[in-house]
């Protein structure tokens, strides 16, 4: 499968620019992405094309996408309305409604058609929607309110390509969008419906536009299939491997008990559970798979409990914001150089101190995984900042830290130390709620201990971990429990990688409670 990049508005048009000044026509990726946008209208809205297609074109190249996407439904037989919301600003834009005007039926758009295609504004818009792109986003809500399925054309209009922001946004029940995917999809994903990502013919002449750096890669069920280490028929459980779990401090036990439940459902051998000492009956009888202890002493119970028993550590769910947890975390550190994730309050415990935890991590391959807010704390940054800059944030940390830094949200953001960056859009809100961190904590874990990858294992985790919670909710969010997501992983493990279908390079199902 080819990689598909996640990129902003600047990256997209300079993607477009790269093909363009390498002999691909402006006026063919115009083409190629309306005829490829009216295929996937045609194959997966086919019940609903006798009823009539709306098009709203806007003046820019989106709208020039629209004439295209018209005239190819048209020419097929579908009856046609197009609302044409200023000139065309280009020449292909121009002759493409040329193009398409005899087939359309005449007049704009009645009110009643089954499918609406909005062509308004695409990548290079900012801002909300104002005049008469305005009053047509009203006009395409009131088609929607009535029943019709609305597609957007690259992103929906109203949608900032690169940060998301989606004041007064069209919403969509899908969006194709073209060459690569949009920063501003993957986090409005809300409004964007069903994401389906469209090879246009940019050619490998558009991956050298990505100022001078490698933009992501999108996770996907073919990368984690390629990736996920095989448990043979002849395995043991010290085939399977053997992690250890520091974490679940006083109150906050259900941390330490939800990551080993969920390092146990990603296919671990052995966990060895290290918790404040009066937790651990209560992590005996909630986690009976795994071996319980108290948090160890001193360096000889670190040395034999942990670094000559584990393949792999996790530290920090639930330890708590005392100094004691920092005392423990440096000297859990101090005594092992395993593979180790740093999760939770382990980060906290370096607020503002990003350089001692580097020192605490040398020697190992390391994962540490913040969300915004503590990834904010940790470099001494606004969590605003952290949000705005959720793709370009974690590359210095990571290089700082020596270690792999998974920045959780949507979508979660893989930064690898020599600069690699990875994007896990699998998910649904169910996942955001406490606890859901631990989960997490304990399939990257696992993963780390079973192949010595950091990045590779973040990746594989955040998507399955994801995927899990997509298939609990199944576009439910009210009533579904971290456990149902738990006994998700055991579906969530068994990517299904379907051959490629030119010209869809990656879906995004939508997600979040389904409502019109």
Known sequence: MPIVRVVSAAESAARDRAAIEAGVPSRALMRAAGMAAAGEIARRLRARLTGGVAVYAGPGNNGGDAWVVAGALAVAGVPVR??????????????????????????????????????????????????????????????????????????????????????????????????????????????????????????????????????????????VRARLPEIRADAHKGVRRRIAIVAGGDGMVGAAILAAR?????????????????????VQ????????????????????????????????????????????????????????????????????????????????????????????????????????ERFDVGRPLAARLGATVLLKGVPTILSAPDGQRLVSAAGSPVLATGGSGDVLAGVVTTLLAQTGDPLESAACGAWVHGMAGELAGRRRVRGVLLDQVIDALA????????????????ELRAVGEERR
Request: net charge negative.
């Open 82 to 223: 197009v609302a044409a919301v200023g000139e065309p600003r280009s020449g292909d834009a121009a002759a493409e409604r040329e193009a398409a005007r005899p087939a359309l039926a005449a007049g704009p758009p009645l009110g009643s058609e089954r499918i609406v295609v909005d062509g308004l504004l695409g990548t290079g818009s900012s801002g909300a929607p104002r005049g008469a792109i305005a009053d047509a986003v009203r006009a395409i809500a009131e088609h929607r309110r009535l029943g019709a399925t609305v597609v957007a054309l690259d992103v929906p209009t109203g949608v900032d390509a690169t940060s998301g922001v989606a004041d007064g946004a069209v919403r969509a029940d899908w969006t194709l969008t073209f060459g690569a995917l949009k920063r501003g999809l993957a986090i409005a994903r809300d409004v964007a419906g069903h994401i389906v990502v469209l090879d246009i013919g940019l050619g490998a002449a558009a991956d050298g536009a990505g100022a001078g750096q490698e933009l992501p890669a999108l996770v996907d069920a073919h990368y």
């Open 262 to 282: 969920s390092a146990l459902a990603s296919g671990v051998g052995l966990v060895r559970l290290f918790v404040a000492p009066g937790n651990v009956p209560l």
């Open 285 to 388: 009888t909630a986690a009976y798979e795994a071996l319980a202890a108290p948090w160890p002493a001193d360096d000889a119970g670190v040395r034999h409990g942990i670094a000559e028993w584990a393949d792999a550590l996790l530290l920090g769910p639930g330890l708590g914001h005392t100094p004691a947890a920092r005392a423990l975390v440096e000297r859990v550190l101090g005594g092992t150089r395993i593979p180790t994730v740093v999760d939770a309050d382990a980060l906290n415990a370096f607020a503002g101190q990003p350089d001692a935890l580097a020192t605490c991590l040398a020697g190992r391959p390391a994962i540490v995984t913040p969300h915004p807010a503590e990834c904010a704390r940790l470099i001494g940054a606004p969590v605003a900042d952290v949000l705005g």
């Open 491 to 506: 579906a969530a493990w068994r990517p299904t990688a379907r051959p490629a279908r030119y010209p869809v390079l990656a």
